[in-house]
Nanobody, 120 residues
Framework: QVQLVETGGGLVQPGGSLRLTCVVS?????????LAWYRQAPGHQREWVAS???????NVVDWAKGRFTISRDNAKNSLYLQMDRLIPEDSAKYLC?????????????WGLGTQVTVSS
C-alpha cells in the first residue's frame, strides 16, 4: 500500500523558514518516479508548487522562485520543500504527490498534508 506522510509544518512568523518532509512507502523504484508539492488554502483550489524529476531536475512556480527549494533523497524515500522568506499568503496545507504510468495505466497518490501557517 502506497503511503505518503508529510511533516514539518507549523506556525511561523513572516520572513521565517520551514522545511517540509514527505516520506513515501510502498513504492518500488522510488528513485525512478517524479514527485511534487502542492498546496491548498481554505476556499481555494489545490495548486502546484514545485516538482522534481527522477533525475533531479526541478521546477518551481513563479511566485515561489528564489524562496522555495525542492529536493529529494532517494536513499530515504523522501521529498523535501525548503521554504524561506515565508509570507502570510503562503499559509495553506501542503501536500506531496507521486505519480507514474505502467503500460498505459496511470497511478497517482497523495499524502494528507501538513499545515503551514504564516502569521505574526
Amino acid at each position: 500500500q502506497v503511503q505518503l506522510v508529510e511533516t514539518g509544518g507549523g506556525l511561523v512568523q513572516p520572513g521565517g523558514s520551514l522545511r517540509l518532509t514527505c516520506v513515501v512507502s510502498g513504492v518500488s523504484t522510488f528513485s525512478n518516479k517524479p514527485l511534487a508539492w502542492y498546496r491548498q488554502a481554505p476556499g481555494h483550489q489545490r495548486e502546484w508548487v514545485a516538482s522534481i524529476t527522477s533525475g533531479g531536475a526541478t521546477n518551481v512556480v513563479d511566485w515561489a522562485k528564489g524562496r522555495f527549494t525542492i529536493s529529494r533523497d532517494n536513499a530515504k524515500n523522501s521529498l523535501y520543500l525548503q521554504m524561506d522568506r515565508l509570507i502570510p499568503e503562503d499559509s495553506a496545507k501542503y501536500l506531496c504527490n507521486i505519480k507514474w504510468s505502467v503500460f498505459g495505466h496511470n497511478y497517482e497518490h497523495w499524502g494528507l498534508g501538513t499545515q503551514v501557517t504564516v502569521s505574526s
